[in-house]
């Protein structure tokens, strides 16, 4: 069964910096990229970053660019989000999802097996 565990949310002030963890099991991790999407109350969710564990390239949508990087560490299965120059709407539900790609729309979907973690939440004051 795989299982994907966020940790590392809180309340940070603007401009500050917050590091997501997603730790997997029950898949081999380095088959699979791993993402991470927000949802905002009464907003779609976003795809945010995406990160594939055998080679790894990125993806990250456009309003994170230069602030967020995404990184794995495959030894521990784990997918970290750093996030720095944090802003206020940033704030959100993040969650972590096995598999992601960059969709031909330029977004960063989830595709089979379409798992996810519980989330955790950021909440970034002005």
């Known amino acids: 069964e795989v299982q994907l565990v966020e940790s590392g949310g809180g309340l940070v002030q603007a401009g500050g910096s917050l590091r997501l963890s997603c730790a997997a099991s029950?898949?081999?991790?380095?088959?699979?990229?791993i993402g991470w999407f927000r949802q905002a109350p009464g907003k779609e969710r976003e795809g945010v970053s995406c990160?594939?564990?055998?080679?790894?390239?990125?993806y990250y949508a456009d309003s994170v660019k230069g602030r967020f990087t995404i990184s794995s560490d495959n030894a521990k299965n784990t997918v970290f989000l750093q996030m720095n120059s944090l802003k206020p709407e940033d704030t959100a539900g993040y969650y972590c999802?096995?598999?992601?790609?960059?969709?031909?729309?330029?977004?960063?979907?989830?595709?089979?097996?379409?798992?996810w973690g519980q989330g955790t939440q950021v909440t970034v004051s002005s």
């Open positions: 999802a096995a598999e992601c790609m960059l969709a031909n729309t330029g977004t960063i979907v989830v595709v089979f097996p379409n798992a």
């Open positions: 029950g898949f081999t991790f380095a088959d699979y990229a």
């Open positions: 990160i594939s564990s055998s080679d790894g390239i990125t």
